[in-house]
């Protein structure tokens, strides 16, 4: 009998080692898939998630600015490097059997917008769903879902950036490919007359948002139920600041 698709997305969750776990005794694996669940969850916060991102993205934030006023590349990386005493590991084999993430981030596929350098984590700890403009596209809404559904994400965190190149293009006339023409759409949807591009980023962040619920009743059903936070925010690269929207 070809597997459900839960079972597949439980594979999924487990990674390989969810084989091992299905094939021993209930009360060995049930004990097994706890133990495991306890490991992956070293780094998961007690408070609430997203008071925790704000709290780790401070302590990026003053690490980002002061690299800022060093000249030296490697004196700078040195800096930023200093920040991993900050970061909470899950122990690899562990995360080699499965993952237990604690936030979502739907954001820019921008190469200055590094959820785990901004956030201050670690493997394991942040599921991650990244789009030129971070629009609430199909594929990406699906991936949230999987990590609200499967892994219990309580948190996704819409965050668009300062300086968006994709917001960039959607504000403006130029022609562009079919595909760009697509992925901007949605954006210049949300475009209001006279707004600037920090102004047309944090709309678009929040129009994001407010496209998931309405685009997933899973997402909704977990947000009506207390279970899933859905949050906009916006990351100015040269403060490393995140502020919400
Ligand atoms: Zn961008």
């Known amino acids: 009998m070809a597997p459900s698709r839960r079972q597949l997305l439980r594979?999924?969750?487990?990674?390989?080692?969810?084989?091992v776990l299905e094939s021993l005794a209930p009360r060995a694996a049930a004990a097994a898939e706890g133990d495991l669940?306890?490991?992956?969850?070293?780094?998961?916060?007690?408070?609430?998630?997203?008071?925790?991102?704000?709290?780790?993205?401070?302590?990026?934030?003053?690490?980002?600015?002061?690299a800022e006023r060093s000249e030296d590349p490697v004196d700078r990386a040195t800096l930023l490097h200093d920040t991993w005493p900050l970061h909470c590991q899950v122990r690899p084999d562990a995360l080699a059997a499965g993952q237990r993430p604690w936030a979502s981030v739907l954001c820019c596929a921008d190469s200055r917008v590094a959820p785990e350098w901004i956030f201050a984590c670690g493997s394991g700890e942040l599921f991650e769903v990244r789009s030129a403009g971070n629009t609430a596209f199909a594929?990406?809404?699906?991936?949230?879902?999987?990590?609200?559904?499967?892994?219990?994400?309580?948190?996704?965190?819409?965050?668009?950036?300062?300086?968006?190149?994709?917001?960039?293009?959607?504000?403006?006339?130029?022609?562009?490919?079919?595909?760009?023409?697509?992925?901007?759409?949605?954006?210049?949807?949300?475009?209001?007359?006279?707004?600037d591009l920090a102004q047309a980023v944090r709309t678009n962040a929040a129009a994001a948002a407010a496209d998931l619920p309405r685009c997933s009743g899973l997402l909704r059903d977990a947000v009506a139920d207390g279970r899933l936070q859905i949050q906009a925010a916006y990351f100015d690269i040269g403060s490393g600041e995140v502020s919400l929207v």
Do not use: K, Y
């Open 11 to 19: 594979f999924a969750a487990l990674g390989a080692g969810g084989l």
């Open 37 to 66: 669940a306890e490991r992956l969850s070293v780094c998961r916060p007690s408070g609430d998630p997203l008071q925790e991102l704000l709290r780790r993205n401070r302590d990026f934030c003053r690490v980002w600015q002061a």
């Open 139 to 195: 594929e990406g809404i699906a991936s949230l879902e999987f990590a609200v559904a499967e892994l219990a994400v309580p948190l996704i965190l819409v965050m668009g950036h300062s300086g968006c190149g994709a917001v960039t293009a959607a504000m403006a006339t130029e022609p562009l490919t079919p595909l760009l023409e697509d992925l901007v759409a949605p954006i210049r949807a949300t475009l209001q007359p006279g707004a």
